[in-house]
């Protein structure tokens, strides 16, 4: 029964220290992404783990809180965020090289209407209208919500913002969520990003907005962290990420691959940038 | 002795576990913005309006936990155990699964149907009660059920024996006997309330002055970024519920029955 019991103790061991010494010697990369790319950078990810032998660690969320969790954790190797807003920030507080930053795919906010458009919602306009149920990402912590703002700023009359605004039932805490809330009809509408009808074709479609009334084109951009500790790793990925390979992966998943593709489906618009969303959507 | 000095030190460990997060928060502490995020408009709405919420919540809670406690304490009837294990069901399913949960049943005909005839739950303030009273109805229900389970039912029999009708032995023998587990239950009840998160983001919405809860407000701070700011806002939760537990400790010290 010793003898049995000896023999166990030290199998288990040898696994233990065997994976620990494993898991020390594999080179690994740990990326802060944000969830609107969640779909293709899991398979992106997935592609360059099988060609390189890296392992990578993903954590997703919204991007001013995976930021947070990167700047508290002094942690990480690249930032991925949903839009440039947060990159701009992490720029400006030096968490992550400028330098590396580069533009991965392009965004190009849309209303998003249950599928089949039950309320008949074809434009701007009609989000102020009487009886429609609209929700926006939260304008604070959320891109797409921010960019839903400077839209009604820029296009409503106070009238119509005001009516806009009787409209709005709550606002949502993730890009994820925005397009959950018309998937189960919980809203008659959102203002999200266009791709977001091929996230979920079956209850979702999206109305473009005309290309006067949208102020900016997003992009997903990446850089590698300044906490990073394998610097040319990260860059490595950053390169991989914006190879024609992974770009073939976003476009599979319906994401604008170039300035030219976004221009195409919306006019010619400034790309990027921050918007400073007024107090009044904000409470503060 | 050496046994109650260990059991002591134990005590003194746990305390600074927590005490020691505390006060690893300062480290991001900014006094000029805690006065500013402390008298902002916002703040005092969310504070109002957590505060609001998990009272009431803790009331409705107990309306439902307390006859059903006693059910499950006293009573033996076909479903029981089944009805006990569901009891359990919040602290199985997580805050946000149980958010959805809810949020997928008002988006079914059922749920729409009630939203439409009846109180409107999703984005609006009952909906952080009802995330709030889904969270901790359960939990309440399990705690005052154990509090009438140390009572003996003989003290019930005698009762009847004297003539007491089933209520009159309830509300004479029963709840002032189990008056203290209940009043822990429901000090329990509201705290889980208070620091109730999950559940409330998925089905009431982060929006700011309408369903923005401290707990919300400090994911929000969060999902911003604004790591100075959220760090206030937990003062300010830890303040208000800390405060609100030990000042009714406090209280209940006077009480005949009390937790000395």
Redesign the interface.
Known sequence: MRHMMFVAGSVFFAIIFSTAAFALSEERLMLFAGAASKPPAEEAVKLFEKNTGVRVEVIFGGSGYVLSQMILAKKGDIYFPGSSDYMEKAKREGYVYPETERIVVYLVPAINVQKGNPKHIKNLEDLARPGIKVAIANPEGVCVGAYAVEIIEKNFTKKQKKDFKKNIVNYTESCAKTLTVVSLKLVDAVIGWSVFQHWNPETVETIPLKSNEVVRVGYIPIAVSTFTKNKVLAEQFVDFIISEEVRSIFKKHQYFSSEQEAFAWIGQKPVGGEYAVPAEWTGK | MKFKKLCIMFAFCSFFLYAGLIVSLAYFFRGALFVETLF???TF?SIRLSVSAATIATLISLCIAIPSAYALSRCHFPGKGIIDTMLELPMIVSPAALGAML??F??NPAG?WLQQHGVQF???FPGIILAQFITTAGIATRLIKAAMDEIPGKYEDVASSLGASPLKSFLTVTLPLSKRGIIAGAILTWAKALGEFGAT?TI?????????TIP?AI???????D?ER?VILIFILIGIGIGVLYGTRLLLRKMPYDWK
Do not use: H, P, Q, Y
């Open positions: 902002n408009e916002r709405f949020l997928i008002f988006s729409s999703v984005f609006a983001i009431a919405g982060s929006m700011a002055m309408k369903t923005e919300i994911f929000m701070s969060l999902s911003n970024a790591i959220t």
